[in-house]
């Protein structure tokens, strides 16, 4: 972090903190920010083997409606993201991955939050059952390729991550299925 800022944390909860960040900018103006510290997340793109992807619908509380995404989830403390992608895949959808590999990592969203997102693809897939958190409400769906990207197309999809990990999975594995 740059020399100079001054850090009060004003909320410690068990998904993330909030700290505000007072500094003197480059013009010598005194500028607050408020930050989210997340210690970060995976999302997982789950493709069976006739290429149809595993999606889920999950109640988010915050937006009041139900969304069509990935499997997702929060790093578990000293969790590494491999892991992490693993252990939601199985919770979420059910799945058990025999091979979980690294599409790319981006910032969900940096102008306010330090959450970095780890994306995987899971493929040779077997099904184990779901083992839900309290209060998930989530439902698996099965769809084609072409489907999910026409969801992303028509404004189905609107999960920031889920757009991005299967934008980035349809690009590196090329347009075949």
Not at 133 to 159: H, W, Y
Not at 169 to 177: C, I, M, Q, T
């Given at each position: 972090?740059?020399?100079?800022?001054?850090?009060e944390?004003t909320?410690?909860?068990?998904?993330?903190s909030?700290e505000?960040?007072?500094?003197?900018?480059?013009h010598?103006?005194?500028?607050?920010?408020e930050?989210?510290?997340?210690?970060?997340a995976?999302?997982?793109?789950?493709?069976?083997?006739?290429?149809?992807?595993?999606l889920?619908?999950?109640?988010r509380?915050?937006?009041?409606?139900?969304?069509w995404?990935l499997p997702?989830?929060k790093?578990?403390?000293?969790?590494?993201?491999?892991?992490?992608a693993?252990?939601?895949?199985?919770e979420?959808?059910?799945?058990r991955?025999?091979?979980?590999?690294?599409l790319?990592?981006?910032f969900?969203?940096?102008?306010f939050a330090?959450?970095?997102i780890?994306?995987f693809?899971?493929?040779?897939?077997?099904?184990?059952?779901?083992n839900?958190?309290?209060?998930?409400e989530?439902?698996?769906a099965?769809?084609?390729r072409?489907?999910?990207?026409?969801?992303?197309?028509?404004?189905r999809?609107?999960?920031?991550?889920?757009i991005?990990a299967?934008l980035?999975?349809h690009?590196?594995?090329g347009?075949?299925?």
């Amino acid at each position: 972090m740059r020399a100079g800022i001054e850090t009060e944390t004003t909320h410690r909860g068990r998904l993330f903190s909030v700290e505000v960040l007072s500094f003197t900018d480059a013009h010598g103006r005194s500028v607050r920010r408020e930050i989210v510290r997340h210690p970060g997340a995976v999302v997982i793109v789950p493709v069976l083997d006739d290429g149809r992807l595993v999606l889920i619908r999950n109640y988010r509380i915050a937006v009041d409606d139900r969304l069509w995404e990935l499997p997702a989830g929060k790093l578990e403390a000293g969790e590494e993201p491999p892991q992490a992608a693993a252990r939601e895949l199985q919770e979420e959808t059910g799945y058990r991955a025999a091979r979980i590999r690294p599409l790319t990592a981006f910032f969900s969203s940096p102008g306010f939050a330090d959450e970095l997102i780890h994306a995987f693809c899971a493929e040779e897939l077997t099904h184990v059952g779901q083992n839900l958190e309290p209060g998930e409400e989530i439902e698996v769906a099965e769809l084609a390729r072409g489907e999910v990207l026409a969801m992303i197309a028509d404004g189905r999809i609107r999960d920031g991550k889920t757009i991005a990990a299967v934008l980035m999975w349809h690009h590196f594995s090329g347009n075949a299925r």
